[in-house]
């Protein structure tokens, strides 16, 4: 794994974007070349060739992202086909509103033709090989575990080729500490070194049960010195799944680990996209808007509202109201109860299955946004109700408030919709990655990926 900006990247997945930049970027080359018979070094001086192949690979990538190209675990089936030909459609789209834009640019559609369909076969054809190399063990980094007891067990979970890691064994430290099975246990008869070097250990994870019985001090600092990762059980989930586990999160840890780094300038950038974002979601989802305004109009028989208001907790605590379309009945809560929406909610309209399937309530919200009371990326605003009963029964719930809520958000992509409090502590794990790791690289991958989330209808209620 690479950080980048705080975020996680796996260096593997890096290499394959990069990969498949070159090929799209040479694909249209060769586009060219084909249909006007000149070499790949040589063009029309009056055609910059080189530009117009970066922004054709550039656009290729984006569209490959937004689409969820770029997971980890991706299994290659006929799945990873359909979003080949969704990338390729927002990438003509994308080229064509580009040629209109600036004619001179323009290349024909002959050229267009070929550069997508060399394109696809190179496409296909290294990730075909890519998937055979990253499925092997051999290429997956191998880490060894100190400790054996309930910590070193969530490991366990985790282990295998879509997490990219191998656990090659644990080592218990005392006899009382015990939760892994005996074969996966090591012989811890030398030193840890010579464990690590025997066993071609790449990195050591520091998870007992109770640090301050028999951890080999000296001999994990000698790994270290000997340049070994030597990383903690929070750091390693943290690195590995994205999220913060909230079973082992102790204050000490926040204090010490980077990331937390709010405020500054990074709040007057994020608060400009929010802006530029806000006014293009707006300008794009008018037609929409009024759509679903008139399918709910008429749903109703006109005797019920379009728009749905509700009190939402925001940043800092501040309470603001929520703008969303009304996707549920207009006695939903006559009781006065306030209560999640659940799968198969039976107050839940024809109409507002359709829009919270394809994320079309929300877009209201996008006012919200340019208040300044909402960002287009952070976490999920929940009402005050649930607030109160989760912060206490969920530690540090509220640290998710340190940022402004967001149309769409790291947890939103990563965890399905959430009716309980479990899934609400699963959730904020997400959160507080976020929160730690806020940037614009990562609200930009935030973004690309929740058209995926659109596209597919992942996590809807």
């Known amino acids: 794994m690479i950080r980048i900006f705080g975020h996680y990247i796996s260096k593997t997945f890096l290499l394959l974007g990069l990969l498949e930049y070159l090929v799209s970027f040479f ?30 690979a550039f656009l290729m990538s984006v569209s490959m992202l937004s689409v969820g190209l770029y997971q980890r675990g991706m299994p290659f089936t006929a799945g990873v086909l359909v979003r080949f030909g969704l990338s390729f459609i927002f990438t003509a789209m994308a080229m064509s ?9 323009f290349l024909g559609r002959g050229v267009m033709a070929l550069a997508i369909l060399f394109t696809f076969g190179g496409l296909l054809g290294l990730r075909s090989l890519f998937f055979r190399l ?18 070193a067990a969530m490991l366990e979970t985790l282990n295998g080729p879509l997490h990219g890691f191998n656990v090659i064994g644990y080592l218990r430290l005392n006899e009382r500490e015990q939760t892994i099975a005996t074969d996966r246990l090591l012989n811890y008869d030398r030193p840890l070194i010579e464990l690590v070097d025997e066993y071609e250990v790449d990195e050591l994870v520091v998870a007992p049960d109770d640090r301050r019985q028999s951890l080999p001090v000296d001999e994990v600092l000698d790994c270290k010195m000997s340049g070994i990762t030597v990383l903690d059980l929070l750091t390693f989930f943290e690195k590995e799944t994205s999220r913060i586990k909230l079973d082992i999160l102790h204050p000490s840890w926040i204090f010490f680990s980077s990331g937390f780094q709010l405020g500054g300038v990074a709040d007057y950038g994020k ?53 969303k379309f009304r996707s549920m009945r207009m006695d939903a809560e006559s009781d006065g109860v306030a209560r999640w929406a659940t799968r198969n909610d039976d107050r839940i309209t024809r109409v507002g299955a359709f829009i ?22 952070g976490p999920r605003p929940e009402r005050p109700e ?34 309980t409090t479990d899934d609400a502590r699963h959730k904020l794990e997400f959160d507080l990655y976020y929160v730690k790791n806020a940037s614009f690289f990562l609200d930009l991958i935030v973004l690309l990926e929740t058209v995926e989330v659109v596209l597919w209808g992942k996590g809807a209620h």
Not at 31 to 49: A, C, K, M, T
Not at 97 to 105: C, N, R, T
Not at 134 to 142: D, L
Not at 361 to 377: A, H, I, T
């Open 27 to 56: 694909a249209l080359l060769a586009g060219y070349h084909v249909r006007f018979g000149q070499g790949l070094w040589q063009s029309d001086p009056e055609v910059n060739i080189w530009l117009i192949g970066n922004l054709y």
């Open 97 to 105: 509103v580009l040629f209109y834009s600036f004619p001179g640019l």
């Open 134 to 151: 990253v499925g092997s063990e051999a290429r997956m980094h191998r880490v060894l575990v100190l400790g054996a007891g309930d910590k």
């Open 271 to 323: 608060r400009l996209m929010d802006i530029v974002g806000g006014l293009l979601i707006l300008i794009v989802g008018l037609p929409l808007m009024a759509l679903v305004a008139l399918a709910i109009f008429l749903e109703c028989g006109g005797k019920g509202s379009v728009l749905f208001h509700q009190t939402r907790v925001g940043l800092n605590g501040k309470l603001f109201q929520v703008h």
């Open 356 to 377: 919270r399937k394809t994320r079309l309530d929300e877009l209201p919200q996008v006012f919200n946004v340019l208040r300044g009371e909402m960002s287009l990326v």
């Open 386 to 419: 649930f607030v109160e009963k989760l912060a206490s029964e969920i530690p540090f719930y509220n640290e998710r408030h340190r940022v402004k809520p967001g149309l769409t958000g790291w947890a939103q992509l990563s965890y399905q919709y959430g009716s």
